[in-house]
């Protein structure tokens, strides 16, 4: 299957369901990526902000990169004059990084907040209490240049269906919370960003808005 047919068979899967698709392009040249755009994609997905940088000025002006993996702060300034989204919002300090940069760039930078929901440790994310305490935090109100448009998360590599149903309920859990609490008038926080190649047809199936899929569209990374 080419990369163009992948993608469309992954579209048509979504068609009616309320999941856009995320086109996960770490690692891979800047040809496919003009493969994925020339088959309809539009959102692009990375997880090195060096590598977003470098492929960025290549693909048409109309893509939206979303940053998927994490952000040290002294990253942020190679991001911020062109990303759409960054997933992996996982402190105050690097919200008030990306509104100090954004401001500088003029622009308004998309943010979700990144949740550890799955049994690995090692993979990163905030908890509900930590989330809460930068939203209720006097320094995120006063952030006019960064917005919160949601909530992101990796689920444990695992093939066990009721486990995955089980976390992504409870990052959609975590969103219907969040968006009660401190969002209950903006309409602007909606995304749950979650389901990869393997889970993404469970994550829908419970409520995901986007799919962040790679190796399902270019084949295993190796
Ligand atoms: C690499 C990556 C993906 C895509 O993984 P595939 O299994 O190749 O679809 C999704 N989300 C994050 C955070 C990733 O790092």
New binding site residues.
Partial sequence: MSIADNIHRIEQELAGTTARL?V?T?THPVEKLEEAYAAGARIF?E?RPQEMAAKQPQLPADVEWHL??QLQTNKVKLLAPFVHTV??IDSLKLLRELDKHAAANDRLINGLLQFHIAQEENKSGLSLGEAEEILASEEFQQLRHVRLTGV?G?ATFTSDEAQLRQEFQQLRGYFEQLKTTYFANQPGFREISMG???D?ALAVAEGSTLV???????G??G
């Fill in positions: 995320v996960v770490k997905g997880n998927i993996g997933q992996s992101m990796v990869m190649s393997g993404y962040r899929v790679g190796s399902a569209i270019f295993s990374r």
